[in-house]
């Protein structure tokens, strides 16, 4: 079974695209060809830029949608492979407006059939059809905050009324309290009001510094366990392991 693990949050600037590419990457390890990393941040599309990746024009996978007739084979062109991850590259804010739920939706029920773990990075908060699309379309939803008043608050506002409102079951939630520094806030305190575990993340001054080098952070504590199932062998990872090499095989 395919594992989709949407990384979401209220607000932006919480460090939710860092640690999503980070999972895919710990995915990917020992892994070849079997983890999707989507960026599905409409408008603003990041993960290309700290890949080092070009932006592809999604056209041809809008135009499939609308002819209902998309496929592995559409999807396989506007893939990139950068660290042992194939990359989808996000919405650029000249086409954005144009893609609706069922667009996002599609794309995800396609490569859910190639690939044994899809990981998403949506837009933060409940203003963009992508993050309807990735929250229903999930097995798993990563729910990433700060550890401060303000974001605490506005996590759990918005979680309700994702809960409420789009049905998303609270099973799926999983909270991580990012970038924790020594004396701050209380994690039993947090745990309370989430009333759920929470996974918590160090801050590392070492994380903004290797961003701007283009260089990938990779958070010590997301120690993440390997699967070890062989890759599909749909037609998809046939025309993929014939046709394309690794962007760069440089070591992160």
């Known amino acids: 079974m395919t594992n989709i693990t949407t990384f979401w949050s209220a607000t932006g600037g919480v460090g939710k695209t860092t640690l999503a590419i980070a999972q895919a990457i710990m995915l990917a390890r020992g892994e070849k060809n079997k983890v ?26 809008y135009d499939a949608i609308e002819q209902e007739n998309l496929t592995a084979d559409t999807i396989s062109p506007c893939l990139q492979k950068k660290h042992g991850i194939w990359v989808l590259t996000g919405i650029s804010f000249q086409e954005f407006d144009r893609f609706e739920e069922r667009h996002f939706s599609t794309i995800i029920q396609v490569l859910k059939n190639e690939f044994s773990h899809v990981v998403i990075d949506c ?15 999930s097995d798993e939803i990563k729910v990433v905050t700060l550890p401060t008043s303000d974001s605490v608050k506005n996590t759990i506002t918005f979680m309700d009324f994702i809960q409420k409102n789009w049905g998303i ?3 799926k939630y999983k909270v991580i309290l990012n970038m924790i520094r020594p004396g701050g806030v209380s994690l039993d305190g947090i745990k309370a009001l989430f009333n759920t575990d929470i996974h918590s993340i160090k ?3 070492q994380a903004l510094k290797l961003q701007e080098t283009g ?3 990779m958070p010590s504590e997301m120690n993440i366990s390997k699967n070890k199932e062989k890759p599909r062998k749909g037609f998809f990872s046939f025309s993929i392991l014939r046709g394309k090499t690794d962007v760069d095989n440089k070591p992160i």
């Open 123 to 137: 837009n933060a908060g409940i203003f963009f059809a992508s993050t309807l699309a990735s929250l229903r379309n």
């Open 36 to 61: 999707a990393l989507l960026d599905f941040n409409e408008a603003t599309p990041n993960i290309h830029r700290k890949l080092s990746l070009r932006c592809v024009d999604l056209t041809q996978i």
């Open 215 to 217: 260089k990938i952070f």
């Open 203 to 205: 801050y590392d001054p």
């Open 169 to 171: 079951k609270k099973e």
